[in-house]
């Protein structure tokens, strides 16, 4: 049986406008962006993709049209009509039998609560007759604009978030659970959520990969981004996470990807920025 390959990937599209007038973007060149990252997606050898930061109705129209050939099967959260929803997707080449959204009862900082639905999107997937994978697509608050993502009031609200998705997990006593996405933590910035995970019986295949092969590891938020124009305080960070919990598979390769600039921008197409000002971090998993 070929292997499976999960990716998580947060694409940071999010742009705050009113009347066609952006009034805040972490990242620029969204629309250069998101067709890049369409293309790259296209010809990926994935079979789970978990996308976070997929904010605007367009955006997510554009993703479900273009994918529907490598993905067949999608989930996602309703997009209200007042905010920019919660940004989660989740696509497969397996088929989704179960696909829900559970908002966050801390929802994180005011201006996050304002634009953006942060929760948790869980998809039940079917492998084949013996195998069902239960996937958490997951976005812990930030800290949003007000906040230094380890201020203490965010890392409470954060570990708010952890306790309700570890309270769902078990309480639906499911197995091969894989959790993953943008967690805002990791073991050298907001370390105390993340240890939060890890104690909560959490694998971090990434980092248990890295150590058993003795392989360096790469940082997802990277202030070398090209698209950090004004350089982040908060440093280069491990901050997106694949996490496995009561889990049959055994990890055959995992590493950060989408390092590359490879998104043409400007008049003379000579710029290049990379995807998204996040790296994506894939897993191949042993069936």
Not at 121 to 150: D, P, Q
Request: a positive charge; glycine letters at 6%; proline letters at 4%.
């Amino acid at each position: 049986m070929k292997p499976l390959t999960v990716l998580t990937f947060n694409a940071g599209l999010l742009d705050v406008n009113l009347i066609g007038l952006s009034l805040f973007k972490p990242a620029a060149f969204i629309e250069e962006r998101v067709r890049a990252i369409i293309e790259t997606l296209k010809g990926y050898p994935a079979d789970i993709v978990a996308l976070q930061e997929v904010y605007l109705r367009k955006h997510h129209q554009f993703f479900m049209t273009e994918l529907v050939q490598s993905f067949p099967y999608k989930a996602f959260s309703e997009m209200p009509i007042l905010n920019w929803g919660s940004g989660l997707m989740t696509f497969s080449k397996y088929p989704i039998v179960e696909g829900r959204f559970t908002p966050f009862t801390e929802g994180g900082a005011l201006d996050e609560t304002i634009f953006a639905k942060r929760g948790i999107l869980t998809t039940e997937i079917i492998i084949n007759k013996r195998l069902k994978l239960s996937v958490f697509n997951i976005h812990l608050t930030s800290g949003g604009v007000l906040y230094h993502m380890e201020h203490p009031l965010v890392q409470q609200k954060r570990s708010k978030q952890i306790k309700q998705m570890v309270n769902m997990i078990d309480q639906l006593e499911v197995k091969n659970v894989i959790m993953l996405g943008d967690f805002n933590s990791g073991p050298s910035v907001s370390s105390v959520n993340y240890n939060e995970i890890l104690k909560y019986g959490f694998m971090d295949v990434y980092d248990v990969f890295c150590r058993s092969t003795k392989s360096q590891m790469e940082n997802t938020w990277d202030i070398t981004n090209p698209l950090h124009i004004s350089k982040p305080s908060v440093g280069s960070h491990r901050i997106d996470h694949i996490f496995i919990k009561k889990c049959t598979l055994d990890i055959l390769n995992t590493q950060v990807v989408f390092k590359e600039a490879i998104v043409q921008i400007g008049s003379n197409k000579k710029k290049t920025v990379t995807l998204s000002d996040h790296y994506g971090l894939e897993t191949t998993f042993k069936l």
